[in-house]
């Protein structure tokens, strides 16, 4: 039997099934990718709100990663909603202990109905203790204005921004450009150069999941052998035709559709 590439996302349930560790497993499946999972968060939520929180204990975040990595192991790590600081100590932690490579942070803030899935007192534990670990860092720009302490009104901010962010410790940083007018301008930088990765926008409501989705799609390219450039660029790709084939499901912000390869 041939070996399969193995991701890991440590992230929170998505009970709509649009985002977090749902739309993480879909995605790694999707791209030929064996998925394990690790909760920090269950949350009662659909297309129109996230109505409830529950944080799980940062030790049995830790015993699910330990458990994992024991037997299965992983080739790339995607981290989601973490929601506290204690969270993200313990992942860090875990980490270092187990030496994990091909790190991709998605600094999940705030739901699109403005309901925060990371704790305020734990945005610098995020910015100290995990960007200095990863390999990429994908925030859309809302969460690139926090990271960097900058406000974004153009593609120059988003270089600045990119460039505090990479300064922060992290190797490379996507900042998604879904919020600017426009094409969906994605820039990335890793300390050295830009690269600018295009789609045309799509008109929907279908966008539930989206950064779960591209982050994800990046660990499953890592997790490959893929180089992070390449990687990023078949997120683009594969996020960008996943919105573009999203079915109607809900009354709000649908999810895409990660399968549109089988389901047509």
Known sequence: MRPVARAMTIAGSDSGGGAGIQADLKT????????????????AQNTLEVRSVFELPSEIVAAQIDTVLSDIGTDAVKTGMLFSSAIIQVVAEKVREHRLTNLVVDPVMVAKGGHRLLLKEAVEALRSRL??????VTPNLPEAEVLADRKIRSLEDVRRAARDIVGLGARSVVVKGGHLEGPAVDTFYDGREFREFTAPRIATRSTHGTGCTF?????????????????VAQAKEYVTEAIRRAFLMG??????????????
């Open 28 to 43: 790694f499946a999707a791209l030929g990718v064996y998925g394990t999972s690790v909760l920090t968060a269950i949350t």
């Open 215 to 231: 982050a994800s799609a990046i660990a499953a390219g890592l997790a490959k052998g893929m180089e992070l450039t390449e990687a």
């Open 251 to 264: 009354q709000g912000h649908g999810p895409l559709n990660h399968f549109y390869q089988l389901w047509g």
């Open 131 to 136: 960007l200095p670990l990863a390999t990429v």
